[in-house]
């Protein structure tokens, strides 16, 4: 789905509604950029951001053209940005697979401006429980090798205080026309989009808004 075509009805997706919210010609740092694809949804929903985007492998060559990436080590390098330099934060599927989120969470509270918002996505508890999808999707939350941990989302927050972050939002991350495209999808053969409209039909990712404070 092209991003562009929620710009008026970002509330159908967590993530777009996230972004929609970012002022006007604002600063975005995603971390974990990984192969682009969300960045690039980013780009398509919000042209006017001056994207930036950091990951310790990344592809830069598939990101948007005007977007700055820096490599980084979330767990022991400082994030290469001035204080106070960014209106938002992207971190989605990134914490589970760290040790440890201590730096990570003073990085973000320190490049972000006092009030700037930070965006956390991460696999639901309930990933373990699911079955296998047996080496071609990541269903079960061990299906993925480089996963390290289930790191619910009230674990985040329990973190936030030290950071100078307040917690203002927490739920199920879905796209809500996905969700209801596996009522079709479920009597179909399987296939990517089967596989994408199950995982927003059972909730398959957590998330967590915080906000820098003042």
């Known amino acids: 789905m092209n ?17 929609n919210s970012i002022p006007a010609g604002g600063t ?4 974990g950029s990984s192969d682009g694809e969300t960045l690039n ?14 990951d ?9 053209g005007r977007c700055e990436f820096r490599r980084c080590d979330f767990v022991a390098d400082a994030l290469p940005w001035p ?6 934060v992207t971190c989605m599927h990134v914490v589970e697979h760290l040790e440890n989120l201590g730096n990570l969470l003073a990085e973000v509270a320190r490049v972000l401006k006092p009030g700037g918002r930070v965006y956390f996505e991460t696999p639901h508890p309930k990933t373990v429980d699911l079955p296998s ?6 269903l079960n939350f061990f299906d993925d090798p480089t996963h390290v941990r289930i790191v619910p989302v009230a674990a985040i ?6 950071s100078n972050l307040a917690v203002i939002q927490t739920g199920v991350s879905r796209n809500w026309l996905f969700a209801a495209s596996h009522l079709w999808f479920c009597w179909q053969s399987e296939s990517r ?3 994408t409209a199950r995982v927003h039909w059972i909730g398959w990712s957590a998330y967590l808004v915080a906000r820098r404070n003042k």
């Open 157 to 162: 927050a329990s973190q936030l205080p030290q």
């Open 3 to 19: 991003w562009k075509h929620l710009r008026y009805c970002s509330w159908l997706d967590t993530r777009a509604k996230f972004v």
């Open 56 to 64: 310790k492998f990344g592809h830069p060559k598939n990101y948007p």
């Open 133 to 138: 999808a047996k080496g071609k999707f990541t």
């Open 28 to 31: 975005l740092l995603d971390l």
């Open 193 to 195: 989009k089967k596989f």
């Open 41 to 54: 949804h980013i780009a398509e929903l919000r042209p006017d951001l001056r994207l930036h985007a950091a």
């Open 83 to 88: 204080d106070a330099c960014m209106d938002s």
